[in-house]
């Protein structure tokens, strides 16, 4: 089965993968990188590919940038799809989205530098690795961040999970997802019980993630909601910096 030259493939296909990968400046986002997961991807031969969740293109890659505009149109009038997102660092996707006239929203705030700062915790915080036994105290106090109780319980299984205490309550938690192979970059996130919001407990769990990750030698990055303006700040707060924007492209 073709589309325009596209054949669909069971997953991207490495080489060309690992290309799209390096051609960026910056590491991919974990929220995309789950959807290209769960995606249906296209290939054109050694000329690019792309992964279409649903009905938005989550990534999208041409070996010659120069075709992308060209590729991108066959692609869409073959197999519809509402809008693209896409990394504001993603040059080949912008310049082809741009060239066809497709216009652009800002939705979301990407954080890839980290500046030093001085936020003291508070008194009788404490940041521990997650037990077997706090999973489902995380996922009840964290609806709002984990998509599912089961992806709660993987993500402790995997060893992303993280518990916040405060003396000898649970007020949060945190999670951190190595991007690449080597696990030098990690995309991290939290979430703060609902009654203890407002407090900078959220600031707290994403600088000791992030402080935690920069002793080991590691890259924390992160991002989150154009509207979510309390997370913006606790990452703000927690020394992170955003030069770059989760933009939604639509013809």
């Known amino acids: 089965m073709s589309v325009a030259g596209f054949a669909r493939v069971p997953k991207p296909p490495g080489a060309l993968r690992r290309a799209y990968l390096?051609?960026?400046?910056?590491?991919?986002?974990?929220?995309?990188?789950?959807?290209?997961?769960?995606g249906?991807?296209?290939q054109l031969g050694e000329a690019g590919y792309?992964?279409?969740?649903?009905?938005?293109?989550?990534?999208?890659?041409?070996?010659?940038?120069?075709?992308g505009p060209a590729l991108l149109h066959d692609l869409m009038r073959h197999r519809p799809f509402d809008s693209a997102l896409c990394k504001s660092f993603d040059a080949g996707l912008m310049e082809a989205a741009e060239a066809l006239?497709?216009?652009?929203?800002e939705t979301g705030?990407?954080?890839?530098?980290?500046?030093?700062?001085?936020?003291?915790?508070?008194?009788?915080?404490?940041?521990?690795?997650?037990?077997?036994?706090?999973?489902?105290?995380?996922w009840q106090t964290g609806q709002d961040f984990y998509d599912s109780a089961a992806e709660a319980a993987q993500l402790f299984q995997n060893g992303a999970?993280?518990?916040?205490?405060?003396?000898?309550?649970?007020?949060?938690?945190?999670?951190?997802?190595?991007?690449?192979?080597?696990?030098?970059?990690?995309?991290i996130g939290m979430v703060v019980r609902t009654e203890r919001r407002?407090?900078?407990?959220?600031?707290?769990?994403?600088?000791?993630?992030?402080?935690r990750l920069e002793r080991d030698g590691k890259r924390p990055i992160c991002g989150c909601g154009q509207s979510n303006h309390a997370s913006k700040g606790a990452l703000e707060n927690a020394g992170f910096v955003s030069e770059h924007r989760l933009v939604r492209l639509s013809p």
């Open 198 to 211: 407002g407090a900078g407990l959220g600031r707290a769990i994403i600088g000791a993630l992030a402080d």
């Open 161 to 187: 999970l993280w518990v916040a205490f405060d003396d000898a309550q649970m007020v949060g938690s945190g999670v951190t997802l190595p991007i690449d192979g080597s696990g030098a970059v990690v995309d």
């Open 22 to 38: 390096d051609s960026l400046p910056e590491p991919q986002e974990w929220f995309l990188e789950e959807l290209v997961r769960d």
């Open 109 to 138: 705030f990407l954080f890839r530098k980290r500046v030093p700062v001085s936020a003291p915790r508070p008194v009788g915080f404490r940041l521990a690795r997650a037990q077997r036994q706090d999973v489902t105290e995380i």
């Open 40 to 42: 249906e991807t296209w």
């Open 101 to 105: 006239g497709w216009q652009r929203v």
């Open 50 to 67: 792309a992964v279409i969740h649903g009905d938005r293109l989550v990534e999208f890659y041409a070996h010659d940038r120069t075709e």
